[in-house]
């Protein structure tokens, strides 16, 4: 499959100083909807910006699909949303979107048609001829949305796109990223939210400091902590000890002060049939089975795994390494 | 094409919603309307509709033209001190925003994730600031071009040739303004150091006539001396002491005449680096006399002054007259080229400053 975005290798020192990306390599499939995820001050927002030839790289070689990063007429393919954007308060949202249709290089009635289209998808059609002064984060993001959108792009860059959005123009940002991957786009998402990136993303890449830590699809990623769990009423058996790990903990509905009455029985083996023989045997022994399934860390385990530190497991402080090599 | 045009057209909206705009060029025709007001009869000056009237033995018809007398308003009160003052101030204030704007409300970013170069969107930003400003002016010409029309019965498009040269002299600041602008991200700053230059360049202005004046009547006093010490020489009868003290004297002229004209160099140095505003409005002015005879029956103005006896700069030996046409030829030698190529060169390397900087920017 071809890659829509294709970088290796990118550094940005900021002023000499601010280390924000240290070698960073990513690849976005075509037609897919890539999360970049990473705590805040890793350096999404920077590695957008190169990309976007918003910012200069200190260092770097890649493609954005196909050309050379910094190719300008390449652009016109691309749409972007930036983060913390605002768009002038005495324009109204639909003349914003015509705006950046323009830049694009779009004809007149191709904008306007493409406009209305956008503002209804991104369903601001009653507010689309009010200013921009009036508007709520919310509707702000919105039209950012459709102005992103209004090139028609291959490729759509959007970072934080749900900052400051209430939790209902969240869900239907997310059905309209899934709308734009089934529209065939690429999307490139910058995000700290996990569930949102959970729900729509086909690979993630996690950044720490600067540094791509973990690369692949969810599944790849969460493979190695695939386990098979069995919840049961009552004390473990003493036969578990060898076979996995063990903890106590509260039957469901009781309450947070009880005592633990039932055991989780954790067996480190990814084939999901290798509890199969330990459920046999803990029926034959009469006992209550509450629970039984393969279970994989979340998203949100593997994102702090991975930005704590491997041996110490301290969550690093945010920001980018200011002076020095590390 | 169309993003040059969407730009234009987003510069427009911008100075839309800054009232300022509107209220410049109103304030624009408004002017013009005053001048309209005032009439010029047999007797004196007239204002339109209040029907007063001044009499007047210098300001009426018989002694000047309906004609000129617009004309003269134009120039006079319309081009030096509107055009050339109030006018660039406001057209300044109404400006100044558009660079630090630009780089820093929130949709920059997205402006430049657009296949359009980071010169062109400056550059394009630039010429909008200097469009409304020629739009101005446009407003101004052509009202004056009516009210003389109207009330002096002369049609005289050569009015229009201010627009070219208040937009150039309005240039001159703004590429200092969109510099500033750039660098501190501040409209306020950017008006400051603006007025800050405009005032720096009026000094150096009055500075350099000023030392110019005194240059030229130091070299007309050495010339003098030297004419005055030759014919006491070649004079047998006269005093040797007379000849010792000419020859004394002429050493000390000639030493403080070195000075003035180092001191010049430098100031004049500093004249020719720096953009010529008053040189180039001035240089309107002279176009204006010529093409559309602005001067009408007044020419005798200059005679007139020159009557007026006296020293000047303290040497008693110098002739007016020949003091003034000294003036006129160094004036005549700073041509056009000096005047306004190289105030363009200044222009151009500080917009080439401000757009590499733009263009090496993160943002
Ligand atoms: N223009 C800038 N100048 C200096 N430092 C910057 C600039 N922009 C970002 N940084 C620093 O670079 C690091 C990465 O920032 P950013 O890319 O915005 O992170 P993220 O988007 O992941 O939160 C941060 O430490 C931030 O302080
Ligand atoms: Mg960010």
Redesign the interface.
């Known amino acids: 499959m071809a890659l829509a975005v294709d970088l290796s290798d990118v550094e940005k020192t ?1 002023g000499g100083r601010v280390r924000a990306l240290r070698g960073v390599s990513v690849q976005v499939n075509e037609g897919e909807v890539f999360g970049f995820l990473g705590p805040n001050g890793a350096g999404k927002s920077t590695l957008v ?1 190169i990309m ?5 790289a200190t260092k770097l070689s890649g493609t954005i699909l196909g050309a050379p990063v910094g190719h ?5 393919r ?1 749409g ?3 983060e ?8 109204t949202g639909r ?1 914003v979107v015509e ?2 249709g ?7 009635a191709a904008r306007k048609r493409r406009a209305s289209h956008l503002l209804d998808m991104v369903r601001m059609e009653d507010w689309a001829d009010r200013k921009v002064g009036t508007y709520s984060k919310g509707m702000q993001q919105r039209v950012g949305l459709a ?2 959108l209004v090139n028609d792009p291959r490729l759509i860059v959007l970072d934080e796109p749900t900052d400051g959005v209430d939790p209902v123009g969240r869900r239907e940002i997310r059905d309209m990223l899934i709308q734009m991957r089934n529209e065939g786009r690429t999307v490139f998402l910058n995000s700290h939210l996990l569930s949102e990136v959970e729900q729509v993303c086909n690979r993630v890449a996690i950044l720490v400091q600067g540094r791509v830590v973990a690369q692949g699809t969810i599944d790849e990623l969460t493979a190695a902590s695939r386990r098979f769990e069995i919840a049961i009423e009552g004390e473990p058996p003493a036969w578990w000890e060898p076979l996995g790990r063990v903890t106590r903990e509260r039957a469901p509905g009781q309450g947070l002060d009880a005592a633990p009455s039932a055991s989780r029985l954790v067996l480190l083996r990814t084939e999901a049939n290798g509890g199969q023989a330990s459920i046999d045997r803990l029926r034959a022994e009469g006992r209550t089975i509450l629970f039984a399934a393969t279970v994989r860390e979340s998203l949100e385990d593997l994102f702090i795994r991975a930005v704590a530190d491997p041996t110490t497991g301290v969550v690093s402080a945010p920001g980018a390494t200011i002076g020095g090599v590390s | 094409m ?2 040059t ?3 234009f ?2 510069a427009y ?2 100075l ?2 800054r009232k300022l705009f509107w209220l410049s060029l109103g304030l624009s025709v408004v002017v013009v309307g005053i001048f309209g007001m005032f009439g010029i009869d047999q007797t004196g000056i007239s204002v339109w509709p209040f029907g007063w009237s001044f009499d007047s033995p210098f300001f009426n018809s018989n002694v000047i033209s309906p004609e000129s007398f617009y004309k003269l308003m134009f120039m006079n009160l319309g081009v030096k001190a509107w055009l050339g003052l109030f006018a660039t101030a406001l057209a300044l204030i109404s400006t100044a925003g558009i660079i630090p704007d630009l780089v820093s ?13 980071r010169a062109r969107l400056f550059l394009t930003k630039y010429l909008t600031g200097l469009l409304f400003t020629a739009l101005q002016v446009t407003v101004f010409a052509l009202a004056s071009f009516l009210v003389i029309g109207l009330r002096g019965r002369v049609w005289e498009p050569s009015l229009f040739l201010a627009v070219p040269y208040v937009v150039v002299i309005y240039s001159y600041l703004y590429c200092v303004c969109a510099l500033v602008g750039l660098l501190t991200r501040s409209t306020i700053a950017a008006l400051i150091v603006t007025a800050i230059f405009w005032l720096l360049l009026l000094g150096v202005h009055s500075g350099e006539s000023l030392i110019n004046y005194g240059t030229i009547a130091s070299s007309l006093e050495v010339s003098a001396i030297e004419a005055e010490l030759a014919k006491a020489q070649a004079d047998a009868d006269e005093d040797p002491e007379t000849v010792a003290e000419l020859t004394e004297e002429l050493a000390s002229q000639r030493s403080s005449d070195a000075t003035w004209h180092s001191v010049h160099w430098w100031v004049f140095a500093a004249k020719t680096v720096l953009p010529k505003a008053i040189e180039s409005l001035n240089m309107l002015e002279r176009q204006l006399v010529v093409d559309a005879r602005l001067r009408g029956g007044l020419g005798a103005d200059a005679e007139a002054r020159d009557e007026t006896g006296g020293e000047i700069f303290g040497h008693g030996r110098v002739e007016r007259a020949k003091f003034i046409e000294a003036l006129r030829a160094d004036e005549n030698s700073r041509g056009v080229w000096w005047v306004l190529v190289t105030s363009l060169v200044f222009e151009g390397v500080v917009l080439s400053i401000a757009t590499v900087l733009f263009c ?1 920017r ?2």
């Open positions: 900021y910006k976007m030839t918003v910012a200069r300008k007429p390449t652009l016109a691309v972007y949303l930036p913390h954007h605002r768009f002038p308060k005495y324009l003349q705006f950046f323009a830049l694009a290089g779009m004809e007149r102005a992103s | 169309i993003q045009m969407a730009l057209v987003a909206r911008e839309n919603a409300a929130g949709s920059i970013d997205m402006m430049l994730a657009k296949p359009l170069s090496r993160d943002f």
